[in-house]
C-alpha cells in the first residue's frame, strides 16, 4: 500500500499563498488518486477537492473553487496543494489522503500525517 | 447540500459495546465510511463501504447502515479506543466527499 509524508508546518501572513506537498511511496504513483482534507480547530473534517495523476483532471469543492489549486509531479511522486489569499478562518491541519472505491462508495486509505497551516498576521 | 449528523460525544466502560450513530436523509442508500482519530494523529479507515473493515482493524469494529441512520459498532471496548469517530459519505447530487461532525468516545 502507498504511503504518504507531507511537508512541514507553514506560518503566513493573511492574502498570502501556501504550498503543501504529499510525497508517495511504496507503490507506482499514477495507481492513485491524492485528495486533500482540511480540520480546522474544533471543527468537522473537511474536504478540498482531489486530483487523478494519470489523467491530470482535478476536482475542487464548491467552496475552494478559484482559490485551491492542486498538481502532481510524476517524476518525483509527489502531489501539491495550493490554497491562496489565506485568510485567520484557513488556520488549521491539512491532510493529503488517498482516495479509493468505486461507482459511488469512495473513501479515503490511507492518509499522510498532517501539515499544519497557520495564517497569523 | 448533503448533511450528516453524529452526536458530540459517547461514552461507555470498557468492555461494553459503543455505538456511533451517523444520521442523513435516505443515509441507508448511501455508502458510508468511518474513521478513527486518536489525539495529534491523522485519520484512519476503520469501516468502509457500510460494514466492510480494512486489513488490521479488529473485528470488534462493524458498521451496519439502513433508512435514515448508519451505525459504527465497537464491541468489547478497551481504552485503547477512546478517539474521534468521523463518518463520511460521496454525496453523488454535488458530487462532494461530505463528513459528519464527529463523535468523541469516552472510555469510563
Known amino acids: 500500500q502507498v504511503q504518504l509524508v507531507q511537508s512541514g508546518a507553514e506560518v503566513k501572513k493573511p492574502g498570502s499563498s501556501v504550498r503543501v506537498s504529499c510525497k508517495a511511496s511504496?507503490?507506482?504513483?499514477?495507481?492513485?488518486?491524492f485528495n486533500w482534507v482540511r480540520q480546522a480547530p474544533a471543527q468537522r473534517l473537511e474536504w478540498l477537492g482531489g486530483?487523478?495523476?494519470?489523467?491530470?483532471?482535478?476536482n475542487y469543492a464548491q467552496q475552494f473553487q478559484g482559490r485551491v489549486t492542486f498538481t502532481a509531479d510524476e517524476s518525483t511522486s509527489t502531489a501539491y496543494m495550493e490554497l491562496r489569499s489565506l485568510r485567520s478562518e484557513d488556520t488549521a491541519m491539512y491532510y493529503c489522503?488517498?482516495?479509493?472505491?468505486?461507482?459511488?462508495?469512495?473513501?479515503?486509505?490511507?492518509w499522510g500525517q498532517g501539515t499544519l497551516v497557520t495564517v497569523s498576521s | 447540500s448533503y448533511v450528516l449528523t453524529q452526536p458530540p460525544s459517547v461514552s461507555v466502560a470498557p468492555g461494553q459495546t459503543a455505538r456511533i450513530t451517523c444520521g442523513g436523509s435516505?443515509?441507508?442508500?448511501?455508502?458510508v465510511h468511518w474513521y478513527q482519530q486518536k489525539p495529534g494523529q491523522a485519520p484512519v479507515l476503520v469501516v468502509y463501504?457500510?460494514?466492510d473493515r480494512p486489513s488490521g482493524i479488529p473485528e470488534r469494529f462493524s458498521g451496519s447502515n439502513s433508512g435514515n441512520t448508519a451505525t459504527l459498532t465497537i464491541s468489547r471496548v478497551e481504552a485503547g479506543d477512546e478517539a474521534d469517530y468521523h463518518c463520511?459519505?460521496?454525496?453523488?447530487?454535488?458530487?462532494?466527499?461530505?463528513f459528519g461532525g464527529g463523535t468523541k468516545l469516552t472510555v469510563l
Open positions: 489522503a488517498s482516495l479509493t472505491g468505486l461507482v459511488t462508495a469512495f473513501w479515503f486509505d490511507p
Open positions: 511504496g507503490d507506482t504513483f499514477n495507481n492513485y488518486t
Open positions: 486530483i487523478i495523476p494519470i489523467f491530470g483532471t482535478a
Open positions: 435516505n443515509i441507508g442508500s448511501k455508502s
Open positions: 463501504d457500510d460494514s
Open positions: 463520511q459519505v460521496w454525496d453523488t447530487t454535488s458530487d462532494h466527499v461530505v
